[in-house]
């Protein structure tokens, strides 16, 4: 048996280059369709701007104005139910025996600003913060039974209930009034 001489067979790589390109070519290509995909998906969420003597209140609010907004809001129906009950509007004590917040005086309102509550002119709540850097003053104006709530602040540090309640008073003295805005992008529901 004759032993034939080791033969080496050199294999070049078959271009580097070119299989670099074709896969960046690749990305390039997948970046383009996802990026069309959301350019051609994607919704404009229109921003309204509220006036100067407003505020949103979802972007201009503290947390704990937020709260206490959400909380007079919430307990804006229960005072709509005893005012039919009783035919007068009940006072702000009358709601914090009940437990209603933001009248209650519990730890939540004391670290909210712990504000001092009064009925005036029969249909205006009026809450004076007794830590206005942690949350302003408020004030509620009721309407009728169906309205939403007119909800003011006020973040002045020597502020008193005020006399005169009209828009142009409540402006012109410093108050803001508190706006309620629901665009797309938050009441938008996903149907899958």
């Not at 670099?20 to 998906?41: D, H, K």
């Not at 994607?42 to 100067?52: A, K, N, W």
């Not at 509620?140 to 502020?159: E, G, V």
Request: aromatic share 6%.
């Amino acid at each position: 048996m004759s032993m034939n001489s080791p033969t080496t067979q050199v294999v070049r790589p078959a271009g580097a280059g070119h299989e670099t390109l074709y896969v960046l070519l690749l990305c390039l290509m997948i970046l383009a369709i996802a990026g069309s995909v959301v350019a051609w998906r994607h919704e404009s969420q229109d921003v309204t701007h509220v006036s100067s003597h407003q505020l949103d209140a979802r972007r201009d609010l503290s947390a704990s104005e937020q709260g206490i907004y959400a909380d007079l809001r919430v307990t804006l129906d229960e005072i709509h139910l005893l005012r039919q009950e009783q035919q007068t509007l009940p006072t702000p004590e009358a709601l914090a025996d009940e437990g209603f917040a933001p009248f209650a005086q519990d730890a939540s309102s004391v670290s909210r600003g712990d504000h001092a509550w009064q009925l005036l002119d029969t249909k205006i709540y009026f809450g004076q913060s007794q830590t206005p850097s942690i949350a302003g003053s408020f004030l509620m104006r009721l309407k009728a039974a169906d309205d939403a709530p007119d909800i003011w602040l006020s973040r002045a540090a020597d502020i008193k209930a005020p006399a005169d309640v009209t828009d142009a008073a409540l402006e012109s003295a410093g108050w803001q009034q508190i706006v309620a805005q629901f665009d797309a992008g938050v009441t938008r529901q996903h149907r899958h």
